[in-house]
């Protein structure tokens, strides 16, 4: 009868530990699973971070729609020097107002001593009012996914606005 009783507890403590083991091993399958899962959204914004900026079909259209009653002035659209991304990404912005109506010369690339990220619109700060597209612009931008900040600059042209598209962030 011990040596029945033993066994049973013998069965009973390995069916435990298995169902101990199982489970440890399906806590251990979904914890591997979202670190799997950690490390592909890594690589996912990684891999994003290293396609060059664009506009979409889709922003392009939403940008003209608005842009064909917008008011008219003078552009420039320049970018940093040095970096092919943002100059590609600022000849698309170009060529997107020029669709859109403005008289624009051609883009320049400019040194800058600090480090300019992204797309900025920049306006000369000496003046009472700006001009009424810069904030339209800017706005558009915006709306259609392209985030800008706004600048204040005293060597724009009182009528004028500037856009700078520097390096990705």
């Known amino acids: ?3 029945a009783v033993a066994g049973v507890a013998a069965l009973v403590f390995s069916l435990r530990a298995t169902t101990l083991k199982e489970r440890a091993d399906e806590a251990e399958r979904q914890r591997m699973a979202s670190q799997l899962k950690e490390a592909q959204n890594r690589a996912d914004e990684a891999h994003a971070k290293l396609q060059p900026r664009t506009i ?3 922003q392009r259209e939403a940008f003209l729609a608005v842009a064909v009653s917008m008011p008219k002035g003078p552009v ?3 970018c940093v020097m040095g970096d092919g991304e943002a100059r590609a990404f600022a000849m698309d912005i170009h060529a997107l107002l020029i669709e859109a109506g403005w008289n624009i010369g051609p883009l320049t690339r400019t ?3 600090g480090n300019p990220t992204g797309i900025i619109i ?3 700060n000496t003046i ?3 001009p009424p597209y810069a904030e339209l612009i800017a706005d558009t931008l915006d709306d259609i996914g392209l985030s800008v900040k ?3 600059n005293k ?3 009182p009528d004028g606005v500037r856009i700078v598209v520097g390096h990705k962030l």
Request: glycine letters at 4%; aromatic letters at 4%; charged letters at 15%.
């Open 56 to 58: 979409t079909p889709q």
């Open 111 to 113: 040194l800058y001593s």
């Open 76 to 78: 420039e659209v320049n």
């Open 122 to 124: 920049a306006i000369n």
């Open 155 to 157: 060597e724009i042209p």
């Open 128 to 130: 009472q009012a700006p």
């Open 1 to 3: 009868m011990g040596a």
């Open 150 to 152: 706004r600048e204040m």
